[in-house]
Structures are given as structure tokens and as C-alpha cells.
């Protein structure tokens, strides 16, 4: 399997398996919705279509960057978002990088968002789909998040290897500029377990799949059978 790492700027054409990495925090927030019970998340182009969404459909909640404002529901943190009951609801989500990279290559035939708390799930579905080229959007930092390139390098080796030693890439991303930031109250709307919910691995036992759903780009839990259902490992 060939894979490219590129930044959201680098995206010259439309790629036919895209995964689109955020690991601080949107895709690690995503995947605690769905643990929490959200049905689906709809990505938002702009804070503006938020709310908008938002106003149109008053049972949906909310969630963006930085911290609370008027009309929405909720932060891009894991931390705060985990104790949220969510069952069967729908989240708009807005973030400043991630929800930007999936929109990025909404016409691709598969678009995979994911953060370590995914990863192994993730790496699973692309052994499965078949492809020979991946495409890993970089979402942070013009491409150069250290926390996001090494989530993508560990889950592109994950993919093709038997074994991955997930220690030094989540090293990686513990020492990234978003992890100091973030420890050191630079970014709004945090909570003290944000970085250490971020750098667990293989937290849930699901992939998260985003699809153009009408005019909406509909990001939704997909579940991928273990090892010991029968995948190879």
C-alpha cells in the first residue's frame, strides 16, 4: 500500500482513499460522541452553517473550537465531552482543522477520519478496502502537526505490518507543539485529560467513516471485525 502524507494546501486532486487525521483533538472529541451515543456528526463548513444547522434541527448539538459561545452545546474537548449523554443524538461539529481536512476530500470513494483512539480500527478497514494508494491528511499546522503525521505514519505502518510498536509515535505526538499548548492553557475550551485521552490507542473498537449525505458531509461510526472474527492481524 503506497502511502502520501499531505498537508490540507497539498490536496492538488481528489484522492480515492483519504484518511483524515486529527489527533488534538477534533477526530478524538468525534470518537468519544460516538461512544457517548450520537448517531452521527455532521461537519460543518463554518460556524455560521453551525449554527445554522443548529437552529433548523433545535434537538441537534453544537460543538466547536475554543471556548463556550452563544448557541452552541459544547467545545472540541474530550475531557468535557465525555461525561455527555449523547444517545441517539446528532452533532455539528466545527473545529479549526479537522473538520476542514474531511471537507477537503469529500468526493473521495473513502474518507476515514481518525485519531490514535481509532487507530487500530482504521488501519483494519484499509486492510480491507483494497486499495492500492492512501492518501493521510495532515491536518494541523499547514501539515507539519507532529501529533497528526506521526497518528498517520503509525496508522499507514499498522496497515501493512503484523506488529507496530505504537510507543515512539505516541511519543511523538506527546511532545508536539499542540500537546504543549494545550498543557500549557494556549488553546481554550480544555480540560486537564485532554492530552492523555488524545494519546490513548485503540481506545474504541471503531473506524469513523464520512460520507456526503444531500449537501451534508455525515461522519458516522463504522464497527470492523477483530482479529479474532477472522481478519488477519
Not at 448539538?61 to 459544547?74: E, I, M, N, S, T
Not at 496508522?155 to 510498536?165: F, K, L, N, P, S
Not at 511532545?175 to 485521552?197: C, F, M, Y
Request: with cysteine; charged share 25%; net charge negative.
Amino acid at each position: 500500500m503506497d502511502s502520501r502524507f499531505l498537508g490540507i494546501a497539498e490536496l492538488t486532486e481528489t484522492p480515492s482513499v483519504a484518511v483524515v487525521i486529527d489527533v488534538m483533538r477534533a477526530y478524538t472529541v468525534a470518537a468519544w460522541a460516538f461512544a457517548r451515543g450520537a448517531e452521527k456528526i455532521v461537519l460543518a463548513e463554518s460556524l455560521d452553517e453551525a449554527l445554522a444547522l443548529k437552529a433548523r434541527h433545535p434537538d441537534w448539538v453544537a460543538l466547536k473550537d475554543g471556548p463556550p459561545a452563544p448557541g452552541f452545546d459544547l467545545v472540541n474537548s474530550p475531557g468535557l465531552l465525555r461525561s455527555a449523554d449523547l444517545g441517539g443524538r446528532t452533532v455539528v461539529q466545527k473545529t479549526t482543522a479537522g473538520t476542514v481536512g474531511a471537507l477537503a476530500v469529500k468526493d473521495a470513494s473513502l474518507v476515514l477520519c481518525a485519531g490514535f483512539v481509532v487507530a487500530e480500527a482504521t488501519a483494519r478497514l484499509l486492510r480491507t478496502c483494497g486499495s492500492d494508494s492512501v492518501t493521510f491528511v495532515v491536518t494541523g499546522e499547514d501539515g507539519q502537526a507532529e501529533e497528526d503525521l506521526a497518528c498517520a505514519q503509525y496508522i499507514a505502518r499498522r496497515a501493512t505490518e503484523a506488529v507496530t510498536d505504537a510507543a515512539g509515535f505516541v511519543r511523538r505526538a506527546a511532545e508536539s507543539r499542540a500537546a504543549t499548548e494545550l498543557a500549557e492553557g494556549v488553546r481554550q475550551g480544555v480540560h486537564p485529560d485532554d492530552i492523555a485521552l488524545c494519546l490513548e490507542v485503540d481506545r474504541f473498537p471503531f473506524a469513523m467513516v464520512a460520507t456526503l449525505e444531500g449537501s451534508l458531509m455525515v461522519l458516522r461510526p463504522r464497527a470492523v471485525p477483530s482479529p479474532a472474527d477472522g481478519d488477519p492481524a
